[in-house]
């Protein structure tokens, strides 16, 4: 509230300042007068050319010359209440212009009083806003949609989440269409909030072209905006669906791939006349349609991959990385009293040998049929675990589901036609208990385990894993009472790994390995100390520790001008979200004088990558200040390629689990695939266990660019990679 104290500033003067006033303001400006019934008395140009109202059109009116069908009532109640009682207040209204077109219109409301609290005028500020809200809108759009392909959420959900969006920000009784069509150029899918109104027929005659569904009568390259339907030659060949749908202006935009192919069409179908503006032109074209594209062609390809590096594609039985991602996603809960089993067919080589690899592919096949058909009433999981076994799960909780004799003699009891002969077999069984103290992971070695006693057997064996678990538990305890001593001591160190150009075999960096020998427990294995280290919180010490006996190494070949290399550390989960992490990397570095170029932090792909955007600015941080990341492990979790263009990583690391099976075609098309996703990202591609020649072949052939594994050098203590490389100088120089 404002009051003016100059007894001889009258009321004329106050009118005269606030207009003279108002001309000098970069935002619109109206002045309302209480004693002539709270109309406009003054407007300034601003205000007149954000409306396209004349200064005579405005005058003597009210406000609610801006409003129109979709402007919030209730809200514009407040805005006058304001005026009315001398009340000061800030909002924003949807507002139209003289044209009939919209915009968000912020209000500032500021009541001028005298000394007696009269109110004389109300100077209202106002501001168009709408790009700023829509840039907002796009935002809040943009993370609710990388949120749901992280979620894996259906093409559906995502696309409607788009249409929903766009439906709200013109306010207007409007219909938001996504049609995808095919390399044919034929409709497949329709989506969004018109998919409600129109049957799928009629989408392809009235928006393709007749019913040939050609496309070339209605979608080129361009953006098509038609303000009136019923003047174009559209309206008399549809009529009957024009006017019952009551369907008046189209705007549209066709939606490309990456190689600038149409994949579809971006539609709003509105019942009134709407021309877009300048910003409905770039709302559209430049950031809903490319929205979209994105949003399919991240669902394609995670799904393809998703396929590829979940899926037998000989069997069609989902294979053993898509089992215990089934497993860990969908039945971590109730897992008590619940069991696995391992089967493989004694005869399995055998079959092979007479009919082939697809012969193996059947009988594994049929088995699991077979076991589907007689356990029908319960809920069977059933993947392939090896060339020659299938792995099952069962969630239920009781004993139910555990096999005895009589349901392996049922399983046994026809044979197995197989190139229309009648094949007998029978069958090895290893089997685990899954509950709290055996989780999944350990549950499937100790069923490995079982198995490999069952092959030992004659006929068909079923072996239950008997090793009692106090053994595994009473190791872990040990761990967990030596880390924090270990860590005293400075009992852990590292082994630098080379990674290696597949092409010239010359190395160019490597990556730091923890290693840990305790004089109480000998050397102990990362996979047992790093989970224990994780649960403990003691992992980021262990971290440092690494890190720190890294940059004394570098720090000495810096200081004895030898070669500098750039070295991998491997980074937890806690320590990378450590609010303080990037700091204390950058307080380390400077300590040791190492030029940050030499670091790069390997990032596991089950680091939690869901938190785009704090995983973002972290990587973003370290690369302003000089240091590299990398993904780590990459293929093994399921979110991958919705962050990956997200997050500026330099580096992807394909996991050793796909190169031990590089052989196996489904593995050899996933690591083709991401070898050429990263070549299109401009990232490196790191593959790592490469252990014999063949693997190295073959990656050299798919155009990987570095290797690691035991085929080129094993881990090696800091000395031993000073020996190696001063070796390798030393040949150099003699050449």
Same mark, same amino acid.
């Given at each position: 509230?404002?009051?003016?104290?100059?007894?001889?500033?009258?009321?004329?003067?106050?009118?005269?300042?606030? $207009?003279?006033?108002?001309?000098?303001?970069?935002?619109?400006?109206?002045?309302?007068?209480?004693?002539?019934?709270?109309?406009?008395?003054?407007?300034?140009?601003?205000?007149?050319?954000?409306?396209?109202?004349?200064?005579?059109?405005?005058?003597?009116?009210?406000?609610?010359?801006?409003?129109?069908?979709?402007?919030?009532?209730?809200?514009?109640?407040?805005?006058?209440? $304001?005026?009315?009682?001398?009340?000061?207040?800030?909002?924003?209204?949807?507002?139209?212009?003289?044209?009939?077109?919209?915009?968000?219109?912020?209000?500032?409301?500021?009541?001028?009083?005298?000394?007696?609290?009269?109110?004389?005028?109300?100077?209202?500020?106002?501001?168009?806003?709408?790009?700023?809200?829509? #840039?907002?809108?796009?935002?809040?759009?943009?993370?609710?949609?990388?949120?749901?392909?992280?979620?894996?959420?259906?093409?559906?959900?995502?696309?409607?989440?788009?249409?929903?969006?766009?439906?709200?920000?013109?306010?207007?009784?409007?219909?938001?269409?996504?049609?995808?069509?095919?390399?044919?150029?034929?409709?497949?899918?329709?989506?969004?909030?018109?998919?409600?109104?129109?049957?799928?027929?009629?989408?392809?005659?009235?928006?393709?072209?007749?019913?040939?569904?050609?496309?070339?009568?209605?979608?080129?390259?361009?953006?098509?905006?038609?303000?009136?339907?019923?003047?174009?030659?559209?309206?008399?060949?549809?009529?009957?669906?024009?006017?019952?749908?009551?369907?008046?202006?189209?705007?549209?935009?066709?939606?490309?791939?990456?190689?600038?192919?149409?994949?579809? =069409?971006?539609?709003?179908?509105?019942?009134?006349?709407?021309?877009?503006?300048?910003?409905?032109?770039?709302?559209?074209?430049?950031? #809903?349609?490319?929205?979209?594209?994105?949003?399919?062609?991240?669902?394609?390809?995670?799904?393809?991959?998703?396929?590829?590096?979940?899926?037998?594609?000989?069997?069609?039985?989902?294979?053993?990385?898509?089992?215990?991602?089934?497993?860990?996603?969908?039945?971590?809960?109730?897992?008590?009293?619940?069991?696995?089993?391992?089967?493989?067919?004694?005869?399995?080589?055998?079959?092979?040998?007479?009919?082939?690899?697809?012969?193996?592919?059947?009988?594994?096949?049929?088995?699991?049929?077979?076991?589907?058909?007689?356990?029908?009433?319960?809920?069977?999981?059933?993947?392939?675990?090896?060339?020659?076994?299938?792995?099952?799960?069962?969630?239920?909780?009781?004993?139910?589901?555990?096999?005895?004799?009589? %349901?392996?003699?049922?399983?046994?009891?026809?044979?197995?036609?197989?190139?229309?002969?009648? #094949?007998?077999?029978?069958?090895?069984?290893?089997?685990?208990?899954?509950?709290?103290?055996?989780?999944?992971?350990?549950?499937?070695?100790?069923?490995?385990?079982?198995?490999?006693?069952?092959?030992?057997?004659?006929?068909?064996?079923?072996?239950?894993?008997?090793?009692?678990?106090?053994?595994?538990?009473?190791?872990?305890?040990?761990?967990?009472?030596?880390?924090?001593?270990?860590?005293?001591?400075?009992?852990?160190?590292?082994?630098?790994?080379?990674?290696?150009?597949?092409?010239?075999?010359?190395?160019?960096?490597?990556?730091?390995?923890?290693?840990?020998?305790?004089?109480?427990?000998?050397?102990?294995?990362?996979?047992? =100390?790093?989970?224990?280290?994780?649960?403990?919180?003691?992992?980021? %010490?262990?971290?440092?520790?690494? =890190?720190?006996?890294?940059?004394?190494?570098?720090?000495?070949?810096?200081?004895?001008?030898?070669?500098?290399?750039?070295?991998?550390?491997?980074?937890?989960?806690?320590? =990378?979200?450590?609010?303080?992490?990037?700091?204390? #990397?950058?307080?380390?570095?400077?300590?040791?004088?190492?030029?940050?170029?030499?670091?790069?932090?390997?990032?596991?792909?089950?680091?939690?990558?869901?938190?785009?955007?704090?995983?973002?600015?972290?990587?973003?941080?370290?690369?302003?200040?000089?240091?590299?990341?990398?993904?780590?492990?990459?293929?093994?979790?399921?979110?991958?390629?919705?962050?990956?263009?997200?997050?500026?990583?330099?580096?992807?690391?394909?996991?050793?689990?796909?190169?031990?099976?590089?052989?196996?075609?489904?593995?050899?098309?996933?690591?083709?695939?991401?070898?050429?996703?990263?070549?299109?990202?401009?990232?490196? $591609?790191?593959?790592?266990?490469?252990?014999?020649?063949?693997?190295?072949?073959?990656?050299?052939?798919?155009? $990987?660019?570095?290797?690691?594994?035991?085929?080129?050098?094993?881990?090696?203590?800091?000395?031993?990679?000073?020996?190696?490389?001063?070796?390798?100088?030393?040949?150099?120089?003699?050449?």
């Amino acid at each position: 509230m404002y009051k003016y104290y100059n007894q001889n500033f009258d009321k004329d003067d106050m009118y005269f300042w606030l $207009c003279q006033m108002a001309r000098q303001f970069e935002s619109g400006v109206v002045v309302i007068n209480p004693a002539k019934g709270n109309v406009i008395d003054f407007v300034n140009q601003v205000f007149i050319r954000m409306t396209d109202y004349s200064e005579s059109e405005l005058i003597g009116k009210k406000l609610n010359i801006l409003h129109g069908p979709l402007t919030d009532v209730l809200n514009e109640d407040a805005i006058q209440e $304001c005026i009315e009682n001398g009340l000061s207040f800030t909002t924003s209204s949807y507002h139209y212009r003289k044209d009939g077109s919209t915009f968000w219109n912020e209000i500032s409301i500021l009541p001028l009083k005298d000394l007696d609290g009269e109110l004389q005028y109300c100077l209202l500020m106002m501001k168009d806003v709408t790009d700023a809200m829509k #840039v907002d809108a796009l935002l809040e759009l943009e993370r609710n949609i990388y949120y749901k392909l992280e979620n894996g959420d259906p093409l559906e959900y995502v696309l409607g989440e788009i249409c929903n969006h766009v439906e709200i920000t013109f306010r207007n009784q409007c219909h938001c269409t996504i049609i995808l069509i095919d390399e044919n150029r034929k409709v497949t899918e329709v989506y969004g909030g018109s998919t409600k109104t129109f049957e799928m027929t009629k989408y392809q005659a009235f928006f393709m072209g007749n019913d040939s569904h050609d496309f070339s009568l209605s979608l080129d390259r361009k953006a098509t905006f038609i303000k009136n339907i019923k003047s174009t030659i559209y309206y008399e060949q549809y009529k009957h669906l024009i006017d019952k749908e009551n369907i008046v202006s189209l705007w549209g935009q066709p939606i490309f791939n990456k190689e600038e192919e149409v994949i579809g =069409f971006f539609s709003i179908y509105f019942e009134q006349e709407m021309e877009p503006q300048a910003t409905d032109y770039k709302f559209i074209i430049t950031n #809903v349609a490319p929205i979209v594209s994105l949003a399919v062609k991240y669902y394609n390809q995670k799904n393809a991959i998703h396929s590829l590096a979940f899926y037998d594609s000989a069997t069609g039985l989902s294979n053993f990385e898509g089992f215990k991602s089934k497993m860990t996603a969908d039945w971590e809960a109730g897992m008590e009293n619940s069991y696995l089993y391992i089967i493989e067919p004694s005869e399995y080589q055998n079959i092979v040998d007479l009919y082939g690899r697809q012969g193996g592919d059947k009988i594994l096949v049929k088995i699991a049929k077979r076991l589907q058909n007689i356990f029908a009433e319960h809920k069977l999981f059933i993947a392939r675990y090896t060339n020659s076994a299938i792995i099952i799960a069962s969630k239920l909780k009781n004993s139910d589901l555990q096999f005895t004799q009589a %349901e392996i003699d049922h399983l046994l009891f026809e044979p197995y036609c197989i190139n229309n002969k009648d #094949v007998f077999i029978t069958l090895k069984v290893g089997t685990s208990k899954v509950c709290l103290e055996t989780p999944i992971d350990q549950a499937i070695r100790q069923a490995d385990t079982a198995l490999s006693i069952a092959l030992k057997s004659v006929g068909t064996v079923i072996k239950k894993f008997e090793v009692e678990q106090v053994e595994s538990v009473a190791n872990e305890m040990n761990v967990l009472a030596n880390i924090a001593k270990g860590l005293r001591k400075d009992e852990f160190m590292p082994m630098l790994q080379p990674k290696v150009d597949i092409k010239t075999g010359e190395i160019n960096s490597f990556e730091a390995l923890a290693r840990w020998i305790s004089p109480e427990l000998g050397f102990v294995s990362p996979a047992l =100390f790093i989970p224990v280290a994780e649960n403990t919180g003691n992992i980021s %010490e262990i971290d440092r520790a690494i =890190f720190k006996k890294v940059l004394q190494w570098q720090k000495d070949r810096q200081e004895n001008n030898l070669p500098m290399y750039q070295v991998s550390i491997n980074i937890s989960p806690n320590h =990378f979200y450590h609010p303080a992490f990037v700091e204390n #990397v950058k307080e380390l570095i400077e300590k040791y004088g190492v030029e940050p170029k030499y670091i790069k932090f390997e990032i596991t792909e089950s680091i939690e990558l869901d938190n785009v955007m704090r995983a973002k600015k972290i990587i973003n941080d370290l690369m302003r200040y000089g240091i590299a990341t990398s993904i780590d492990d990459f293929g093994v979790g399921y979110s991958s390629l919705s962050y990956l263009q997200e997050l500026p990583f330099e580096e992807i690391k394909i996991d050793k689990s796909f190169v031990d099976n590089l052989a196996d075609p489904r593995m050899h098309a996933v690591i083709k695939t991401i070898i050429h996703l990263s070549r299109n990202l401009n990232m490196r $591609c790191v593959a790592e266990g490469i252990e014999t020649e063949e693997q190295h072949k073959e990656l050299l052939q798919l155009g $990987c660019n570095s290797g690691q594994g035991y085929y080129y050098f094993k881990p090696m203590p800091l000395h031993e990679v000073d020996e190696l490389l001063q070796k390798k100088a030393q040949i150099q120089t003699q050449t």
